[in-house]
């Protein structure tokens, strides 16, 4: 199993980015798939959700992202997006990939992302 983020990088407030989760061992299309991210001496946190098809679909976001941040997925592509508008500084932190079902949970290794002027 593996979970590869990319598409992280250093970008000034207000910017955008797009990170990008491509998995593989695992039947991509029936997990639910999520975005963490950790700053610096915080915890992890819940940024956004995307369910299954089968589940309905739904998505889910964190207060402080909300309006900002899209989390999608492309299950053709077994791959998960989230599309990063309007970057403040606390935005700041490694963002880790999750997918979690049946019974199973697996998280990626991370890509960092700074927002600074």
């Known amino acids: 199993v593996q979970l590869v983020e990319s598409g992280g990088g250093l970008v000034q407030p207000g910017g955008s980015l797009r990170l990008s989760c491509a998995a593989s061992?695992?039947?991509?299309?029936?997990?639910?798939m999520s975005w963490y991210r950790q700053g610096r001496g915080k915890e992890r946190e819940l940024v956004a959700f995307?369910?299954?098809?089968?589940?309905?679909?739904?998505?889910k976001y964190a207060d402080s992202v909300k309006g900002r941040f899209t989390i999608s997925r492309d299950n053709a592509k077994n791959t998960v997006y989230l599309q990063m508008n309007s970057l403040n500084t606390e935005d700041t932190g490694v963002y880790y990939c999750?997918?979690?079902?049946?019974?199973?949970?697996?998280w990626g290794q991370g890509t960092q992302v700074t927002v600074s002027s």
């Open positions: 061992g695992f039947t991509f299309s029936s997990y639910g």
């Open positions: 999750y997918a979690f079902g049946w019974g199973q949970n697996y």
């Open positions: 995307a369910g299954t098809i089968g589940g309905g679909g739904s998505t």
